[in-house]
């Protein structure tokens, strides 16, 4: 069954601290896999699309990782600020449909 | 910066009433699709549309939901009947590609709440 799986659920750390949220998938043919962030009430935003050969790839304080072989990928962020505070969600996207998988998002709470 | 619009911002109806969610893609987007979220839970697809069809559809997208390009700009999604488990947060989006064919970017909308009393 295609899936993907985020950890951890929730997360909260101190303006200023880096960290790092992980996402595992199992979706085949697999295309490319994106990294979103959501604001509350808010449509969900691009941060990056990887697609199979692309290891790293950043966004300023933001970079995703993807080892496709063990089919999982992280998320770093860098100095957090109080505006990362948001859903992130990783989703991965079939080669042979127009359908994308998506994960059910860390959510990250920065705190001043 | 171009970006996807969506009205009415929330939309409150009684069940069993029809309702019609409208969306502006942006204007050289070629693909454009329908998403709900329930409260708390994922995001769900619902619907994909190129060349005025519908390209892939969900289990979700039954009979009720309908969807249409009545003009160059707009893009709606219907809900025949609806029911209190409609109650969500519908966004739609587009893109200048199909996803199906490569790293294509979706943009969204800031979505439309549904709320079926």
């Known amino acids: 069954k295609n899936q993907v799986e985020q950890s951890p659920q929730s997360l909260i750390i101190l303006e200023g601290k880096n960290c790092t949220l992980q996402c595992n998938y199992t979706v085949s043919p697999f295309s490319n896999l994106r990294w979103y962030k959501q604001d509350t009430g808010r449509g969900p935003v691009s941060l990056t699309i990887m697609t199979f050969s692309e290891n790293t790839k950043s966004n300023g304080r933001y970079t995703a990782t993807l080892d496709a072989d063990t089919k999982q990928s992280s998320l770093h962020i860098t100095a957090s600020q109080l505006s990362d505070s948001a859903s992130y969600i990783c989703v991965v996207s079939m080669d042979s449909n127009y359908q994308l998988i998506w994960g059910a998002g860390t959510k990250l709470i920065i705190k001043p | 910066e171009p970006e996807v619009t969506q009205t009415p911002s929330h939309q409150v109806t009684q069940m069993g009433q029809e309702v019609i969610l409208r969306c502006v893609p942006i204007?050289?987007?070629?693909?454009f699709y329908w998403y709900r979220q329930i409260l708390g839970q994922k995001v769900e697809f619902l619907v994909s549309f190129y060349n005025n069809e519908i390209s892939e559809k969900s289990e979700i997208f039954d009979d009720q939901f309908s969807v249409e390009r009545p003009d160059g700009s707009n893009f709606t999604l219907k809900i025949r009947s609806t029911k209190l488990e409609d109650s969500a947060m519908y966004f739609c989006a587009s893109s200048e590609g199909g996803l199906a064919g490569g790293p294509h970017e979706q943009f969204f909308g800031p979505g439309t709440r549904l709320t079926v009393l």
């Open positions: 204007s050289n987007h070629l693909y």
